[in-house]
T-cell receptor, first 112, second 116 residues
Framework: QKEVEQNSGPLSVPEGAIASLNCTYSDRVSQSFFWYRQYSGKSPELIMSIYSNGDKEDGRFTAQLNKASQYVSLLIRDSQPSDSATYLCAVSQGNAGNMLTFGGGTRLMVKP | NAGVMQNPRHLVRRRGQEARLRCSPMKGHSHVYWYRQLPEEGLKFMVYLQKENIIDESGMPKERFSAEFPKEGPSILRIQQVVRGDSAAYFC??????????????FGAGSRLTVL
């Protein structure tokens, strides 16, 4: 069974700090990796996608992928209170449509 | 450019009634996915459909749940004889025609089902 694991948190960081969110996955054939942000009572919205090993930066967000370790992470620099949300890691095999398997999410709290 | 449209946003049903949730994908998207989210949990895949075809229904409960995506009109997730455990947020997502690793899912606002 394909699994995606995340620490449920809450992860609490002070405003301006770096928040580090981690995710591991079990299916070695996974090809595509995504981070979604979900505010309470709202729908998931895509923040980052990453497909190859290494780092990918977009503004304050950096996604890191290590396929050998089956590990993907999201770093949020200069964390803001508005970043407080649940962050969902999602994994796709790529050859099974675009169906995503989600982790349980990590709740991030950024304290002013 | 409308996104993924879901309705109703909120639905209340009594045990034993039927619930119908509708989803219209983004313009140009031909792939529809349904996910269920229980309170304080992640999203669980239910079913993946293309027009007139169910591609993967491995996440659908064997009984009471069905889904369709007709040639014309929205995709519909149908839950018969609802029970309290069906209370959840049901999210629909859509994507464009598959290109390996390139297409992402865009989610609708969700339909929140409450079973009394």
């Amino acid at each position: 069974q394909k699994e995606v694991e995340q620490n449920s948190g809450p992860l609490s960081v002070p405003e301006g700090a770096i928040a580090s969110l981690n995710c591991t996955y079990s299916d070695r054939v996974s090809q595509s990796f995504f981070w979604y942000r979900q505010y309470s009572g709202k729908s998931p919205e895509l923040i980052m996608s990453i497909y190859s090993n290494g780092d990918k930066e977009d503004g304050r967000f950096t996604a890191q992928l290590n396929k050998a370790s089956q590990y993907v992470s999201l770093l949020i620099r200069d964390s803001q209170p508005s970043d407080s949300a649940t962050y969902l890691c999602a994994v796709s095999q790529g050859n099974a449509g675009n169906m995503l398997t989600f982790g349980g999410g990590t709740r991030l709290m950024v304290k002013p | 450019n409308a996104g993924v449209m879901q309705n109703p946003r909120h639905l209340v049903r009594r045990r034993g009634q039927e619930a119908r949730l509708r989803c219209s994908p983004m313009k140009g998207h031909s792939h529809v996915y349904w996910y269920r989210q229980l309170p304080e949990e992640g999203l669980k895949f239910m079913v993946y459909l293309q027009k007139e075809n169910i591609i993967d229904e491995s996440g659908m409960p064997k009984e009471r749940f069905s889904a369709e995506f007709p040639k014309e009109g929205p995709s519909i997730l149908r839950i018969q004889q609802v029970v309290r455990g069906d209370s959840a947020a049901y999210f629909c997502a859509s994507s464009a025609q598959q290109a390996s690793g390139a297409n992402v899912l865009t989610f609708g606002a969700g339909s929140r089902l409450t079973v009394l």
